[in-house]
């Protein structure tokens, strides 16, 4: 999730009080309720736990995100396209010989540093056909496994 705001600190509300498995600063893992969770603010930005409401200010920028993760080990992974903020998305639809296809393309904007890919959930009935040779393991709150 990446989410945009103005005149205030980026305020996440949990379930209910996370474990802590990572502290970088701007970069924060938690775990609430067996499942894990990355939050990303501007670098220079610190996220502060106090019981279920993480805060941390974001200075002069105004964004931050929020990834579910399928394991605490995926940090490092989604850390690289945490600041490649999409912007939009088109499909191209293709029809032929009874099948369906459809093509996702992404434009993003990159937040901070260079980086403009991004990680993209499925749903069951997508990776089940698609061609794309990229691991079918990530954890989405839309998509089971």
Do not use: C
């Amino acid at each position: 999730m990446y989410a945009k705001g103005s005149g205030g600190n980026a305020q996440i509300t949990t379930a209910g009080t996370p474990a802590v498995f990572a502290d970088q600063g701007n970069v924060l893992g938690i775990t609430v309720a067996g499942h894990h969770y990355a939050l990303f603010a501007p670098t220079g930005g610190d996220w502060n736990v106090s019981g279920s409401t993480i805060t941390a200010g974001l200075g002069s920028r105004d964004y931050f995100s929020v990834a579910v993760l399928p394991s605490t080990d995926a940090l490092a992974t989604f850390k690289k396209y945490a600041y490649s903020f999409v912007t939009g998305s088109k499909v191209t639809w293709n029809y032929g010989g009874g099948t369906v296809g459809a093509t996702y393309t992404l434009t993003t904007e990159a937040k901070e540093g260079t980086e403009r890919g991004t990680l993209q959930a499925l749903y069951r009935h997508q990776w089940l056909h698609t061609t794309d040779p990229s691991p079918r393991t990530r954890t989405s709150p839309r998509a089971a496994p």
